[in-house]
């Protein structure tokens, strides 16, 4: 049983990708993550000497905290942290919980830098029906929640990447693309190595309606017709990425938990 104020490595795993998932934030000294550079999904890194700092970056926010074990380092800014209002639990075990469990870990590498600060910043084709819609899904909900797209003509794209320091994502040849039937939804699970029996569930549905090959997923049709539906809902391609959001979320939660669910009545 968890102790006060703590969450435990499988009520977490639970949490995260969904869309009310708390602020994630490992405060492992810099030895101790040079040891293991890899993050929970989402988590941001942050001095555990700099409380007040992760307090104006909070801005009462629910979060969770870990260090190496979950212990002094975690309990301490925790408290603080309530101290000043705010809701914040000790991930139970701290990393080594987490990485023992085993759950997924992103390696921090692999995470691109924010060129201002202000979260990661990417760039794709504008016009998005599929992919470059599951992508920043998947960037929020399992990398970085403050990440910001921008979706350009095709022939700007290189261009945009290079001048604005974004990361380009479902462009042939250019950063997380197709290869062979995979998908760039499929590039980024690897990448990141976020590869979990829901997602891989998920991107089954996501490949198969990207490729119009929809007779290896039964759902694909119904994501094709959903993200037509949006195309022409919406001129504004930021717009149409907020309101695909819940529609991804409800098919990963249909790809953890209800993929066996049938409705006959």
């Known amino acids: 049983m968890t102790a ?3 969450i435990s490595s499988t009520q977490l795993s639970r949490l995260i990708g969904l869309p009310d998932c708390p602020i994630i934030v490992d405060i492992r ?14 988590a941001v890194r942050f001095a555990h000497t700099d409380t007040a700092s992760l307090a104006a970056f909070l801005n009462g926010r629910r979060s969770v905290v870990y260090c190496q074990k979950g212990r002094k380092i975690s309990q301490g800014v925790a408290a603080l942290l309530r101290a ?8 139970e075990g701290g990393h080594f919980a987490w990485r023992d469990a085993p759950l997924s870990l992103v390696p921090n590498a692999v995470i691109p830098s924010s060129p201002d600060g202000n979260g990661t910043l990417w760039v ?3 016009r998005p029906k599929i992919d470059r ?3 920043p899904w998947l960037i ?6 403050d990440a910001r797209f ?4 095709p022939s700007d794209v290189e261009l945009v990447a290079e001048k604005f320091g974004a990361t380009p994502f479902d462009v042939e040849g250019l950063g997380f693309a197709h290869e062979g039937d995979r998908c760039s939804f499929d590039a980024m699970l690897d990448t990141f190595g976020l590869r979990t029996e829901a997602l891989d569930r998920l991107s089954t549905v996501i490949r198969a309606a990207d490729t119009d090959s929809h007779k290896t997923s039964p759902q694909a049709a119904g994501l094709l017709a959903m993200s037509v539906g949006l195309s022409r809902m919406y001129r504004d391609d930021g717009a149409q990425l907020d309101a695909a959001m819940p529609l991804y979320d409800a ?3 249909w790809a953890r938990d209800g993929f066996d669910e049938g409705h006959t009545s």
């Open 150 to 153: 921008l979706y350009v003509p």
């Open 124 to 126: 794709t084709r504008h």
């Open 133 to 135: 819609i599951a992508c």
């Open 29 to 42: 000294i810099d030895d101790d993550f040079a040891e293991d550079p890899q993050v929970v999904p989402t």
């Open 251 to 253: 098919l990963y939660r």
């Open 4 to 6: 006060f104020a703590e």
């Open 140 to 145: 929020r909900r399992f990398v970085d929640r």
């Open 84 to 91: 000043e209002g705010l809701e914040c639990e000790v991930l």
